[in-house]
């Protein structure tokens, strides 16, 4: 199943055609090589979009790549440009992103994903989603579409979430980089002998004041509310929501630092129309969309080796 999610991974997620190596794909007479495949895969892996695949084509990250350069050629056709000005502003946000956080930064060179790359993906992005956003900017959604999606779709608005208590031990100093290799690993001993003092049923909520770096939660014991998959961090709710109720987390590490987590209530809700409107406009924008790119690629050549 192709994933349309092009602006949601932003820059991290378009590929540049280059290179001489393996062909897995060919979009008409554009070239996808097994090496522009794994550093788009490498990028998708490091910011946690996925989960590694053991070397093997992921079907999804393909088909995702495909989408992109099918989007490319249509918006390049189109005379869709970007201002250089544009360009250099996001690079420069993503190159600032990556600068301060020494473990996605290591990641990326090890990948073999270096500055020019990165910068020619920033491009390509900001081209593609120029071109979404011009094909559906006139679309019109109306409240009978989305009332008709509604309850067709009730399975979508199930909602789960946690209620659950955290211990942030932070990884970053006052600038909000990431602190040296020393440092985090005085910060991580620090972080483990919390979590040993809690297995040893020292109470999580007076712990939580003492020494949390999320001073907001750490003031309430930790408490962080209710909050779903899709509301805080990926790397975050991957590990916590596989947590049973009442049982604490080994540590969870995120760029935000280390995390000791306290499921305290699961529950079960269904959004309601009201609350899901914007959702569900956004849901038939994507689908339109989609199908615009599902006749691109009908009208295109599209192989897969």
């Known amino acids: ?78 005379g869709i440009k970007v201002e250089n000005r544009e360009v250099e502003g996001k690079f420069e946000d993503l190159k600032s992103t990556v600068a301060n956080n020494i473990s996605y930064k290591e990641k990326l060179e090890s990948s073999g994903i270096n500055e020019d790359f990165l910068k020619s993906q920033v491009e390509k992005d900001l081209i593609v989603s120029k071109y979404k956003e011009n094909f559906i900017k006139d679309i019109k959604i109306s409240d009978d579409e989305i009332k008709l999606y509604y309850e067709n779709h009730k399975d979508e608005f199930i909602v789960d979430e946690v209620r659950a208590s955290q211990i942030l031990i932070s990884t ?49 014991g930790g408490d962080l509310g209710y909050f779903s998959k899709n509301d805080k961090n990926v790397e975050f709710t991957k590990a916590v929501f596989k947590l049973e109720k009442n049982q604490v987390s080994n540590l969870i590490e995120t760029s935000y630092g280390y995390h000791i987590v306290k499921v305290t209530d699961k529950r079960t809700s269904t959004k309601t129309l009201e609350d899901s409107k914007d959702d569900i406009k956004n849901k038939i924008l994507n689908q339109k969309y989609s199908d615009h790119i599902d006749s691109l690629y009908k009208n295109g050549k599209i192989i897969i080796t």
């Open 1 to 78: 199943m192709r994933k349309i999610v092009i602006i949601a991974l932003s820059v991290l997620i378009c590929i540049n055609i280059v290179g001489c190596n393996k062909t897995v794909a060919k979009v008409n007479d554009v070239q996808i090589t097994k090496d522009e495949y794994e550093k788009v895969a490498s990028l998708l892996y490091i910011t946690g979009y996925m989960e590694k695949n053991n070397g093997k084509i992921d079907d999804d990250i393909l088909s995702l790549i495909i989408d992109n350069e099918v989007a490319y050629q249509d918006a390049k056709k189109q």
């Open 172 to 220: 970053l100093d006052e600038n909000n980089n990431e602190v040296s290799k020393e440092e985090k690993e005085k910060r991580k001993v620090k972080a483990q002998t919390i979590l040993d003092k809690i297995n040893n049923n020292e109470n999580f909520d007076i712990l939580a004041k003492e020494n949390s770096d999320d001073k907001k939660s750490g003031n309430n």
